[in-house]
């Protein structure tokens, strides 16, 4: 009776983590300033796919390191994901992609990309800013990801955001095998 009880209580534990987890992972649409310009953020949705490898392609000569089953794929995971997109005017101009691994209360970017004529402007940085807000908010440990090691603006970003490089990846990236700097945040 004991043992039933015991798991009967675990489970309802484990269903309110993932009810509190899937609300904190639940971004309503609203505007959003960033240096004294409106955007609307939202979650992205199937139908932000073709815009999102636009802007792979933009930001990555042409190539999309990620198809649109990949992006769906992980668009569809509600429970451990979070993607979101800025738009102005109708126009996507940026995204981010984000895994939560509930038990290594650690999240993960995986994505991120600002189309190159808004670059320099803040949305990556505000992107980011929101990813590690919502990682706080689980009460997780980390926020980590790679990046190219030829790209320095990033890691310079990421290094004012208090992330701190973290071992290279050999050959990591597809078709090029440009290695990829690790790089974790500890969070408080």
């Known amino acids: 009776m004991l043992k039933k009880f015991k798991t009967w209580y675990q489970n309802i534990f484990k269903q309110q983590e ?94 991120i990309a600002v189309v190159p004529d808004y670059q320099n402007r803040g949305l990556g940085y505000f992107l980011m800013t929101t990813v590690i807000k919502k990682t706080r908010e689980l009460e997780y440990l980390r926020v980590t990801l790679e990046v190219r090691i030829s790209n320095e603006p990033a890691q310079r970003i990421y290094r004012d955001l208090g992330f701190q490089n973290d071992g290279i990846k050999r050959g990591y990236y597809f078709g090029d095998h440009e290695d990829a700097q690790d790089m974790t945040l500890i969070l408080n």
């Open 18 to 111: 993932r009810l509190k987890r899937r609300e904190l992972l639940d971004v309503k649409n609203h505007q959003v300033e960033i240096r004294d310009t409106l955007y609307f953020l939202a979650k992205a949705q199937f139908t932000d796919i073709p815009e999102i490898l636009g802007i792979e392609r933009a930001v990555y000569g042409g190539k999309t390191p990620w198809d649109s089953t990949a992006f769906a794929a992980e668009i569809n995971r509600i429970n451990d994901r979070l993607y979101l997109v800025l738009r102005r005017n109708d126009r996507l101009l940026a995204f981010v992609g984000c895994s939560f691994d509930h038990s290594k209360k650690e999240a993960h970017v995986t994505n």
